[in-house]
């Protein structure tokens, strides 16, 4: 666009003053507290002392040897790898489902996708209802097959996969509608040309669909992990954390060492060790992103 | 027209179209189950919430309750002060969505539109922001808030969210779409920035704005665990934490009440989504699609 020449200061000043109050937020509520968060993770402090100590590396050093912590860092694996490929799976053959000529599907893919909307500590709480080892809607679904429900809220092998279900459930017409999208995109002569090569149902899949929504699938993976890895109005509602420490991920250890335990210095290093999670899964998007751009 | 087939051929034909009718009786049947399992929970909270505790504690579960107890509406909505959690939930909602609208169309405006050197790299800072949620950062945002004197306030659940980032990256996708010709027009003109923003970009924006709006409408009603850590006087406390401050209060036996607090949440939500459920699905694969 033209700029009346001479004096671009005044179109500098008017972008300033533009991204100023969204740069200030940024800079107060995202950029600092990492900072601030950095060097409370070297401390020692339970939050009311006027002091902190500071203690170097000590935080990391007590909480990758402690066996607790561990269990957490497997628990959050277990958490996020189910729901990844829990997601990924279900949302494809849900995309596919949904994409075929059938009546009512518009209404069907609206039912997929409203949980998603829902509130999280509301989903929890019907679902707590839901699985009630007795009057449960799961015991019926179950008594079907001839299987007896677990308890599985109070048992530390059921509540992990109840509260991957759940998450399954309120989340998994995200990445169906995701997958519509991706399904819709790919060019239709593609399909004309695996039909006229004599491809069968499958390997048009395998060989043209698939691959075809392997910049969705990569987009869903990024998306799925940095969102379950946040995950926890579910988990505070459905178990807290429990029984036993069995579904404390990161974010729920992080919560309990800041909010209930108020050791300030080792929730920082939670949530420091959260941060770089994070960082590495965006590098290895940026850098696979730019990788595709540049030999494609 | 008759034609007379083979014998054979006519077999095969036969036997391809009960083939394909199979097929879309199968497809029917998934398409059905489906709906079932994502529709069936929220049936059931609906269901739950007008049974009274005899048919609650029933096997096998009574779907559809008798005698519908609406009483449990009543006693949940005066178990906790549910009035005050809505009048919370609308204020940080509404003050948060705007918030997100403005700062947002103004900062994809000013990078869209605006001549600044090496804007790119602002543009960057703040996509690396999608890096550090508040959730990972809340310990140390507590403390800001706390030394604000912002703790059980408006102001400490709604601010700190009030940066925009993706809502950012989604309207400056959509400005740089729009044609130049119309923004130089009125520049020569004589029109400003501001005037620019409001009277031709924003009108030409419709549906991305409600888009980024419906999305931040649904972030900000359900939000739980920040509101959760800056409040604890219970007349501050927001619908989705007061629904779990209910839950702890009544424990796990009174199950009508509790489901009819959580229709108290979820049914705005659902009413919103029934209405608009194609702007927000939009706005969702906007930014996978181009992202």
């Given amino acids: 666009m033209p700029t009346r020449k001479g004096r671009p200061w005044r179109d500098y000043l008017l972008f300033l003053a533009f991204i100023a109050p969204n740069f200030i937020l940024l800079g107060i509520f995202s950029y600092w507290p990492l900072l601030y968060q950095a060097y409370l993770s070297l401390t020692r402090w339970d939050m009311i002392a006027p002091t902190k100590v500071f203690v170097g590396a000590n935080n990391y050093r007590f909480m990758f040897a402690e066996p607790g912590f561990h269990r957490v860092l497997l628990n959050t694996a277990y958490f996020t790898g189910a729901i990844l490929i829990?997601?990924?799976?279900?949302?494809?053959?849900?995309?596919?489902?949904?994409?075929?000529?059938?009546?009512?599907?518009?209404?069907?893919?609206?039912?997929?996708?409203?949980?998603?909307?829902?509130?999280?500590?509301?989903?929890?709480?019907?679902?707590?209802?839901?699985?009630?080892?007795?009057?449960?809607?799961?015991?019926?679904?179950?008594?079907?097959?001839?299987?007896?429900?677990?308890?599985?809220?109070?048992?530390?092998?059921?509540?992990?996969?109840?509260?991957?279900?759940?998450?399954?459930?309120?989340?998994?017409?995200?990445?169906?509608?995701?997958?519509?999208?991706?399904?819709?995109?790919?060019?239709?002569?593609?399909?004309?040309?695996?039909?006229?090569?004599?491809?069968?149902?499958?390997?048009?899949?395998?060989?043209?669909?698939?691959?075809?929504?392997?910049?969705?699938?990569?987009?869903?993976?990024?998306?799925?992990?940095?969102?379950?890895?946040?995950?926890?109005?579910?988990?505070?509602?459905?178990?807290?954390?429990?029984?036993?420490?069995?579904?404390?991920?990161?974010?729920?250890?992080?919560?309990?060492?800041?909010?209930?335990?108020?050791?300030?210095?080792?929730?920082?290093?939670a949530g420091m060790v959260l941060f770089v999670l994070l960082l590495v899964i965006t590098l290895v998007q940026v850098f696979i992103v730019q990788r595709r751009v540049h030999y494609s | 027209m008759e034609v007379s087939l083979p014998k054979t051929a006519a077999k095969t034909a036969q036997r391809t179209t009960v083939r394909r009718y199979g097929v879309g009786v199968?497809?029917?049947?998934?398409?059905?189950?489906?709906?079932?399992?994502?529709?069936?929970?929220?049936f059931w909270m609906a269901s739950a919430s007008l049974k009274d505790l005899r048919e609650i504690y029933t096997f096998p579960p009574q779907w559809i309750p008798l005698t519908p107890r609406w009483e449990n509406y009543v006693d949940a909505w005066n178990a906790a002060p549910f009035g005050r959690f809505y009048t919370n939930t609308l204020i940080t909602t509404a003050i948060g969505v705007a918030a997100e609208l403005l700062f947002g169309t103004m900062t994809a405006y000013a990078f869209v539109f605006i001549p600044f050197p090496k804007k790119n790299l602002l543009f960057l800072l703040m996509l690396a922001a999608l890096m550090i949620p508040i959730q990972v950062t809340m310990?140390?945002?507590?403390?800001?808030?706390?030394?604000?004197?912002?703790?059980?306030?408006?102001?400490?659940?709604?601010?700190?969210?009030?940066?925009?980032?993706?809502?950012?990256?989604?309207?400056?996708?959509?400005?740089?779409?729009?044609?130049?010709?119309?923004?130089?027009?009125?520049?020569?003109?004589?029109?400003?920035?501001?005037?620019?923003?409001?009277?031709?970009?924003?009108?030409?924006?419709?549906?991305?704005?409600?888009?980024?709006?419906?999305i931040a409408l649904v972030n900000k009603w359900n939000d739980f665990l920040w509101p959760l850590i800056v409040t604890n006087r219970i007349d501050m406390r927001v619908l989705p934490v007061g629904l779990a401050y209910l839950f702890d209060q009544e424990g796990n036996s009174q199950?009508?009440?509790?489901?009819?607090?959580?229709?108290?949440?979820?049914?705005?939500?659902?009413?919103?989504?029934?209405?608009?459920?194609?702007?927000?699905?939009?706005?969702?694969?906007?930014g996978a699609t181009k992202g």
């Fill in chain 1, 86 to 269: 829990g997601s990924l799976v279900i949302g494809l053959a849900l995309a596919l489902l949904l994409n075929q000529r059938l009546r009512g599907r518009t209404l069907v893919r609206g039912i997929v996708f409203a949980p998603y909307v829902l509130s999280g500590a509301a989903v929890g709480l019907v679902w707590s209802y839901i699985f009630d080892p007795v009057y449960g809607l799961m015991r019926v679904i179950l008594d079907w097959f001839g299987i007896g429900s677990p308890d599985w809220l109070v048992n530390t092998s059921w509540a992990m996969p109840a509260v991957i279900i759940v998450y399954l459930w309120k989340n998994a017409g995200y990445s169906a509608i995701i997958y519509l999208a991706g399904l819709q995109n790919i060019p239709n002569e593609l399909y004309d040309a695996a039909k006229v090569d004599g491809a069968t149902g499958w390997a048009t899949f395998r060989y043209v669909t698939l691959p075809q929504l392997s910049p969705t699938t990569f987009f869903l993976t990024v998306t799925t992990i940095i969102f379950s890895i946040q995950a926890f109005d579910i988990i505070a509602v459905m178990t807290e954390g429990g029984p036993i420490n069995a579904t404390t991920t990161l974010m729920w250890y992080l919560y309990q060492q800041g909010f209930v335990a108020f050791r300030a210095g080792l929730a920082a290093a």
């Fill in chain 2, 26 to 42: 199968l497809k029917y049947a998934l398409l059905i189950l489906v709906a079932a399992i994502f529709f069936v929970p929220i």
């Fill in chain 2, 255 to 286: 199950w009508g009440v509790i489901m009819a607090a959580t229709i108290f949440v979820v049914a705005p939500i659902l009413l919103i989504f029934a209405w608009a459920q194609r702007h927000i699905i939009a706005g969702l694969t906007a």
């Fill in chain 2, 139 to 214: 310990l140390p945002n507590y403390l800001t808030v706390a030394n604000l004197g912002w703790l059980n306030t408006y102001a400490g659940i709604i601010v700190p969210g009030a940066s925009v980032a993706f809502g950012t990256f989604l309207f400056r996708q959509h400005f740089l779409t729009l044609p130049k010709e119309i923004l130089e027009a009125a520049r020569l003109e004589g029109a400003g920035h501001f005037q620019l923003l409001t009277k031709i970009v924003l009108p030409l924006s419709r549906p991305i704005f409600v888009t980024v709006g419906l």
